[in-house]
């Protein structure tokens, strides 16, 4: 089965005549690693955009876990986005004013699949934290009293809670070094493995490529060679 299927896909802003994007056809298969890489301006924001229903294609399908999103409402949208895809932001996303518990079980207030207690759910998150290798001494502070390097772990977290089909990674390494960039990727796919998630990381550094199932560069398979 694949995760996510385009078939036909293109993307314009409204006040531009050339396509963005025009992608005639691409899938990834459940549970695999996928690592795609083009510069600044190729258009990988617009397609993550595209991938988690924030923006509508011009034309064509996206399907994720089996479900055409251009068919659901804006709120429908919202909703499977919650059940179904757990995200990674370059800068994180997370909230100051929260702990870094709070911080992970949060996107799971929005779900639909609300099976785990309260209780539950905060068990979930120290076992996520701790796979992540994140001191337990810092479950409770304040996100802001955390490193970049304990934050993105955090931001990780997050995105798994909940356990979604597929785990998209939005330049997660730029602000680490070389070294501490591996080691993340490591325990992201150790925890990819854990959860049977299809994880789909964009970055634009290719000494990170050789360590995913496949590779594609974005200039290739986007033939409008489109600007993000």
């Known amino acids: 089965m694949n995760i996510i299927e385009l078939s036909n896909l293109t993307f314009h802003w409204p006040n531009q005549s050339e396509l963005t994007l025009n992608i005639p056809s691409f899938t990834q298969k459940q549970g695999s690693k996928l690592f795609i890489k083009g510069p600044s301006g190729s258009g990988k924001s617009t397609l993550l955009s595209l991938l988690t229903g924030i923006l509508s294609p011009t034309s064509g399908c996206v399907t994720i876990n089996g479900t055409d999103i251009n068919q659901l409402s804006s709120n429908q949208r919202d909703r499977f986005r919650a059940d179904n895809i757990g995200y990674i932001f370059q800068q994180f996303n997370l909230l100051p004013y929260l702990s870094v518990i709070d911080n992970v ?45 304990q934050q993105q772990r955090v931001a990780a977290a997050r995105a798994f809670i909940g356990k979604p089909k597929l785990i998209i990674a ?44 496949q590779s594609i560069d974005l200039r290739e398979l986007n033939k409008a060679g489109g600007i993000s």
Do not use: W
């Not at 680490?176 to 325990?187: G, P």
């Open 170 to 213: 939005d330049e997660p390494t730029s602000a680490l070094d070389h070294e501490t960039r591996f080691a993340f990727i490591e325990l992201l796919m150790n925890e990819c493995g854990n959860s049977n998630a299809s994880l789909l990381f964009v970055s634009h550094d290719p000494s990170l490529e050789s360590l995913f199932d």
């Open 105 to 149: 079980i949060l996107p799971y207030q929005f779900s639909s699949k609300k099976t785990l207690s309260i209780k539950e759910l905060r068990i979930e998150a120290t076992r996520l934290l701790t796979q992540l290798q994140l001191p337990a001494s810092h479950f409770n502070k304040p996100i802001t009293d955390l490193s970049i390097g």
